[in-house]
């Protein structure tokens, strides 16, 4: 069964600083990317997602991942955080083929300091 | 406004106490999913729906019953409740569920199991 891994479990960064968020899957076939963003007390919400073309991927707010297929990463950045992007980070992968679920990483946490 | 809302929000129950987590999506979504978010495991699908009456088994179904007799409803139901069910509970859906479309999560369920 294919898995998700975030290597980091909780971050903190001081505004304006740059950020990236480690996610690596394991599954050989082609694969949907998924990035969700769950504020204090929100549901999760759709950051980005990759499914072909461009490996590099905008989202909203500033943020972008890079699909590296040869690595099976997909990691997410943000070239500035604001204090305002304090939340859990969730990296989930769909493959294309049969019912598999949307599998998901276990969160990394983000603070934020002014 | 288009949205996944979900019933209650928050609950305490006791050991064995029948419960039922409703929701419903108004995006005529045929397509439904529950998960369960635990700290440190990230979120975990426990049953999924492509349609009205087809169910299916996700990652960790046990201790769960799901229905959908109705397109825009499918509710969560715990048969006889226990400890380990203690989770934050969220419900999704999204258009047809193929593999590169986004899920919309609803607000989330909290409970608690005595």
């Known amino acids: 069964a294919q898995s998700v891994s975030q290597h980091n479990h909780h971050v903190i960064l001081s505004e304006a600083a740059s950020l990236e968020l480690g996610c690596n899957y394991s599954?050989?076939?082609?694969?949907?990317l998924f990035w969700y963003v769950q504020y204090p007390g929100q549901h999760l919400q759709l950051l980005l997602k990759y499914f072909s073309g461009d490996p590099l991927v905008k989202g909203i707010k500033g943020f972008e991942a890079e699909f590296i297929k040869s690595k099976f990463s997909f990691n997410l950045r943000k070239p500035s955080v604001q204090w305002s992007d304090t939340a859990e980070y969730f990296c989930a992968v769909k493959p294309n083929s049969g019912n598999t679920p949307l599998v998901f990483g276990k969160g990394t946490r983000l603070s934020v300091i002014a | 406004e288009a949205q996944v809302t979900q019933n209650p929000r928050y609950l305490i129950t006791v050991t064995g106490k029948k419960l039922t987590v409703t929701c419903s999506q108004n995006?005529?979504?045929?397509?439904m999913s529950w998960y369960r978010q635990d700290p440190g495991l990230g979120l975990r699908q426990i049953y999924y729906s492509m349609n009205v009456e087809v169910t299916d088994k996700g990652d960790v179904p046990e201790g769960y019953k799901v229905s959908r007799k109705e397109k825009r409803n499918f509710p969560l139901i715990l048969e006889s409740p226990s400890p380990n069910q203690t989770s934050l509970y969220f419900c999704?859906?999204?258009?047809?569920?193929?593999?590169?479309?986004?899920?919309?999560f609803g607000p989330g369920t909290r409970l608690l199991v005595l």
């Open positions: 995006m005529n979504h045929e397509y």
């Open positions: 599954y050989g076939g082609t694969v949907n």
């Open positions: 999704a859906s999204s258009i047809q569920g193929t593999p590169q479309e986004t899920q919309y």
